[in-house]
């Protein structure tokens, strides 16, 4: 069973996104943390140690690569599975984003709100 | 606050002294897009799964016909974005070894529900002998697929429509061909049948709201694949549209 209480960290500009984001992860029982910038969530990797991270590439600041490879550089937060959710949709995007060390690959205009919550417990369950 | 990391002077450098290419202005609007489009799509659903609480049938259909009217306008952001990148030599494909005619055959499944509403007959028979099988995108060949049989199940003439799907070897290639008794296109028209933006007079009396990127997008899938495609028009009525594949030897 999982823990209903796990935390999510969404890195994502957009706050209409994030609104419905929170209001749907929150309702099916995890805890919602969020950041608007690359430096804003990688911080929020380091201080809230979250149980995923759902992770946008186009970000002020710091773009989502660079997040992806600055945690997987940290050892206290390499372990933590990451979910790019993302409008690019190039395969170089695509195989970059996995080959730094992301779990999974989601186009945001492919995909169902009800789907990205099953990916992200789909990895949550493999952690 | 947060700020990002842009110089002005970059760009009040640039403004004005380089006309960007239309394919760049093509894939920032798609770009722009895309964004609220995804944005829309998730709250619909929100709102369709009644998560915020229950909606009557009515509502329900009205939301629905949201939905599919944003789904049409991300496919054709899709198209655009494919677009610029063809014209810019950025798209890509992703290699995979795959069976043309599993794939066909999947396809015309999928669509046999809508031909048949259509009052279209859709007929594929796969060949006893299996055929070698073919490197190209998955994703992007099932698009020609879906493209090119949609194409005929859309642009049918009045009464019954007749397609007949085949996927069989010739030479080093595997070939698929489509041949309907639908609208046709005029002669007039044969040069530009795999330009962007063309569609012919009578299918856009058919279905205004086609964009005519189709087939400019099959056919780059199908070339990056190092196949070719055609047409050719049927004695009597329609078209026989088919592309061709080369045959990987695999060891």
Redesign the interface.
């Known amino acids: 069973m999982l823990n209903p209480k796990r935390k999510i960290l969404m890195i994502e500009e957009d706050r209409f996104l994030r609104k419905i984001y929170r209001d749907k992860l929150t309702k099916v029982g995890f805890e919602f943390l969020e950041a608007t910038n690359g430096e804003e969530g990688l911080n929020k990797i380091i201080d809230e140690k979250p149980d995923l991270v759902l992770l946008d590439l186009i970000l002020p600041i710091k773009n989502g690569f660079d997040v992806l490879i600055d945690m997987k550089a940290n050892k206290n937060t390499q372990n933590i599975p990451v979910v790019i959710l993302s409008n690019l949709a190039q395969e170089s995007d695509i195989k970059r984003g996995l080959s730094l060390g992301a779990k999974d690959y989601l186009v945001k205009t492919e995909i169902s709100l009800s789907q990205v919550v099953d990916r992200v417990k789909e990895q949550l369950v493999k952690t | 606050m947060?700020?990002?990391?842009f110089q002005k002077e970059d760009f009040s450098n640039n403004l004005y002294k380089e006309r960007p290419k239309i394919s760049e202005v093509i894939s920032i609007v798609a770009?722009q897009l895309?964004?609220p489009?995804?944005?829309i799509?998730?709250?619909l659903?929100?709102l369709m799964?009644e998560?915020l609480g229950k909606i009557n049938p009515k509502q329900r259909e009205y939301l629905s016909d949201c939905l599919e009217n944003v789904e049409r306008m991300?496919l054709n952001?899709?198209e655009l974005?494919s677009i610029s990148?063809i014209e810019e030599g950025?798209y890509?494909?992703?290699l995979k070894l795959l069976s043309l005619e599993d794939l066909t055959e999947e396809i015309v499944d999928e669509l046999a529900l809508w031909a048949k509403a259509s009052n279209c007959e859709l007929s594929f028979q796969k060949l006893e002998k299996r055929l070698p099988r073919v490197l190209t995108d998955p994703i992007k060949i099932r698009m020609v697929l879906e493209n090119l049989i949609s194409n005929s199940i859309r642009y049918k003439k009045a009464g019954q429509g007749k397609i007949e799907i085949k996927v069989e070897q010739s030479g080093q290639e595997v070939m698929f061909s489509c041949k309907d008794n639908g609208i046709g296109i005029p002669k007039k028209d044969f040069s530009k049948v795999f330009s962007k933006f063309y569609r012919s007079e009578e299918a856009v009396g058919i279905d205004p709201n086609g964009a005519g990127l189709g087939l400019y997008i099959n056919k780059a899938i199908v070339e990056l694949s190092g196949g070719k495609i055609g047409f050719s028009p049927n004695k009597g009525f329609g078209m026989t549209f088919y592309f061709t594949l080369p045959i990987v030897k695999e060891k």
Do not use: I, P, Q
């Open positions: 947060v700020k990002y990391n770009h895309r964004h489009l995804s944005v799509k998730n709250y659903e929100v799964l998560d991300a952001v899709n974005m990148l950025r890509e494909l992703s």
